[in-house]
Structure formats: C-alpha cells, structure tokens
C-alpha cells in the first residue's frame, strides 16, 4: 500500500496520458490504413505496367499461339486456380508459346506462359495445373519484383515498387525498360534463386492438394523432363531452374512431413488429352 | 510522532495529486477542447504524393480536385481527422495526416528514395537517387538511342488480355472429375 500510495500521482500521470492518447489512437489508425491501401493500389498498378512490358519481350522472343480453344482450356485451369488461390487484385492471363521448347514463365503482374512443348509432354492435366500453380506461385510471392529489390530499404506505408518505377519523365521511363531488360534476362538466363524455385515448388503442390489434383503427378512430371534436359530442348529450364534432382527431394521431403503420401487425387487425363490432341 | 509523520506525507500527496488533476486536465483540454475552440485560419501545404480534396469530411464523398504536393492552402477547422481547408478558391475537406505547417519542397516520385543495392565490384552501396542507381545497374546507355536489345510484341499481348476469361465458371470446371 505504501509503495503504491508514493507513486501515486505518478500512476495518475500514466493513466492520463494513456487515456489522452485514447481518442487519437483510432483516428491514427483509419489514417495509416487509408494511406496503405492508396499505396498498394499504386504498387499493384505499377507491377502489372512492369509485367506487361516483361510479357511483351517474352511474345517477341517466342510466337504466341493463336488456339482460341486449347488458350480458353489452359485459361480455365489456370483462372480457377487463380481464382481461388491467387491474389484477388490481379487478372491472371494465361498463354501458350509456340515453340518446341519446354518451359513456362510467368511475369509480373500476372502474365503466366506456358510453352507447347511443355503441354506436348505432359500426360494429365494434374501436370498442367501442377505447372500453372508453380509459376502463380512465384506471381504471388513476387520474386522476380523482389530480386530486382524494386522496393526501398525503409519499410514506411509510402516505400514500395510504386515509388521506384512511378514517374513519367524520359529517364524514368528508360529505366523502366532497362528494368523489363534485367526481369527478362532472369527468366532466361539467370533464373531466379534457389530457394525461390523450391518454395514455388511446395506452394504449387500445395495449391494442388487443395484442389484435389494428384500430387505426384507433379513428381512425375518433373521425373520426365529429364532426358530433354539433355538434349537442349530444356537448356533454358535448365539454366534457369534447380536439378531435378533438388527439386525432387525438395517436394519427397515436403509430401513425408504433410503426409500426403496416400494422398490420390483426380486427374483428369481423358479431358486434357483430347483438349492438347490438336496441338 | 509516526502519525505526524503520516498527516505530513499525506498533506503533501494530496498537493501532489492537486498538480496532477490540473496537469492532466490541461494535457487533455490542449488534445481535444483547445483546437476545436481556438481554430484559427493557418496556412497549411500538401504533403505526400498529393490529396484528393473532398467534399464532405468522408472518404464516400465526391472528390473536388486532387491536390499535388507543396500546394498552399487555408485550413479553417478540424473534424475529427479532416480538416476544412480553402484551396484556391475551392472549399473542401482534407485528411489531417496530408496537411503540414512545413513548407514542402516540392520533388519528383522517382528521386530521393534510398535504395540499397550491391555495385559491380560486390561492395554494398546506399544510393540516393533514382539516377545513381540507373547508372550504376547501367541501365542508360550515354546516347540513349537504343533503349532495349529485345523484341517485343505488344499485339500477341493484346489478343492475350482480350481473350474471355470467367472466374465462376472456370472454378467450377475445376471441381469436375471424370
């Protein structure tokens, strides 16, 4: 009683302050939150403006395939992925490259190719999702917007890609396309990390399981790149991505410690395979 | 001589106690009551990236203009987080947070941001400027004529973006097995 009673008028003191910063407390937050959603929507615009111009390098390399039917089927796996999985600002466009290469990319902002090569190998269409998912997957973690360190170092609700690429003047808007330069040479020569590669690759087996596809389908996927990896159909892949080897051990490692391991999923080969069949 | 002792402290706590009321009451009154009675036409300037001027003191209003940064205004009276404030010769009401009593220089977006990237000799560097990472990435070549050794083919995109594309139906494709 005697220690509470001499510093009584100090407790009196904090229980002021405390109850004076009361009213401004809520205020302060409704501020940051409005500020933080302003910036956000910046950020997101920019990012598809910078995915637009890495997809349109990617198109210039390779021909798109202009399969309205084959397009829409590849578009509805990938969209009702998307859907439920992806990020609820973005549209996700999903394309099919015309070469005989095996690969897949996916830019910013939303932009997800797949090569007619890759479909061509391909069996089921848990494969083809397992795909689509890996690369939303690196949408959705922004690693090519991160690796880039398109994002300023202090972490106040104003920094982001917005501040970086914002702007209209001539040098900015060079700059932005020196940076469309750098994203593209990383998908096709310097590839992202590899721990971002193995984390696209857990998310997608994730997503598939929640979706109900089968999970190995993915594993067996991977297993059958292999001889092409040799051969230099998939020298880009190659460079760009992990061994199959880690990437295998990777997803074993991951499906032992979810249990997935009786885990049977659908796999829809009949639907993929007279939808791919014209390709 | 201890209950003396005891009238004595408790005389000077209630002194105490006394400095505190009036002190909390007067930190109160200076955080809720003062402004709202003695607002007086200041001059305030926009900071950020620009505010949007609104015509009644909520975030549904109808937008008046949009306001660039450094722009000088009038603030009249405070509500809540807004503030009234007289830009030019229109009347509206601003977010307290996107006024300041600061002159603002007025900068590009671009410039001025601290941005933290590794040279080409490996060393770690802080740079200030937006040009001074362009140059270091050597993103701007001297002449700046060529822009990008890449192709590009933002007709192949369009036709992309303009293809069909329905969320509900293609979840529920996804839900079907054969």
Redesign the interface.
């Known amino acids: 009683m005697n220690l509470f ?1 001499n510093h ?2 100090f407790y ?2 904090i229980i ?2 405390v ?2 910063s009361f ?2 407390a809520q ?1 302060f937050r ?2 940051a939150h ?2 933080f959603w302003k910036n956000q929507e910046a950020n997101t615009e920019r990012e598809i403006d910078f995915g ?2 890495v ?3 990617i ?3 390779y ?2 395939l ?1 399969d ?1 039917g084959t ?2 089927y590849i ?7 998307s ?2 999985l992806g990020r609820p600002e973005l ?1 996700y ?1 999903f ?1 099919i490259l015309d070469t005989d290469e095996i690969n897949a990319f996916a830019a910013p902002g939303g ?1 997800i190719f797949v090569t007619r090569g890759a479909l061509i190998l391909m069996s089921n269409e848990a494969q083809l ?1 397992g795909v689509l998912a890996h690369e939303l997957a690196h949408v959705d973690q922004k690693h090519i917007v991160r690796k880039l ?1 398109l994002q ?3 972490r106040s609700v ?2 982001g890609i ?6 209209a ?1 001539l ?2 808007r ?2 932005l ?6 994203a ?1 040479k990383m998908l096709m020569e310097e590839g992202l990390s590899k721990e971002d590669e193995a984390d696209a690759d857990q998310k997608a087996l994730e997503m598939l399981t929640s ?2 596809y089968d999970p190995q389908s993915y594993l067996d996927y991977l297993q059958s790149l292999k001889p092409y990896l040799e051969q230099g159909q998939a020298k880009v892949l190659s460079k760009t991505h992990p061994t199959i080897i880690f990437r295998y051990n990777n997803l074993r490692e991951f499906i032992m410690k979810n249990d997935l391991e009786n885990f049977k999923g ?1 796999k ?4 993929f395979q007279k939808k791919i069949a014209t390709l | 001589m201890e209950a003396l002792h005891q009238t004595q402290l408790n005389s000077f706590l209630l002194s105490k106690i006394k400095f505190v009321l009036i002190f909390s009451a007067l930190f109160l009154s200076s955080n809720f009551i003062v402004p709202v009675i003695f607002a007086k036409e200041e001059i305030r300037y926009v900071k950020g990236l620009g505010a949007v001027l609104r015509e009644q003191p909520s975030i549904q209003s109808k937008k008046l203009t949009k306001l660039s940064r450094g722009t000088k205004v009038l603030a009249l009276e405070v509500k809540g987080i807004w503030h009234k404030v007289i830009a030019g010769e229109i009347q509206g009401w601003l977010l307290r947070g996107q006024i300041t009593n600061i002159p603002v220089k007025i900068k590009k977006l671009v410039l001025g941001q601290k941005i933290r990237l590794t040279s080409s000799s490996g060393r770690r560097i802080r740079l200030r400027t937006f040009s001074a990472i362009v140059g270091v990435k050597g993103l701007v070549d001297s002449k700046g004529k060529k822009i990008s050794p890449y192709q590009t083919d933002y007709a192949a995109l369009e036709w992309l973006e303009n293809q069909p594309s329905d969320e509900e139906n293609s979840v529920l494709f996804l839900t079907l097995s054969e």
């Open positions: 009673s009584l008028w009196i003191f002021s302050f109850f004076a009213g401004n205020e409704l501020r409005h500020l637009r111009g997809s349109a390098k198109l210039g390399k021909p798109i202009r309205e397009v829409r578009s509805q796996i990938g969209t009702g992925i859907a439920q549209r466009y394309g932009y999702a360190k300023s170092t202090d104003t920094s917005a501040q970086v690429l914002g702007g003047t040098s900015a060079i700059a396309e020196r940076l469309n330069d750098l593209f979706l109900g659908k829809n080969e009949k639907r």
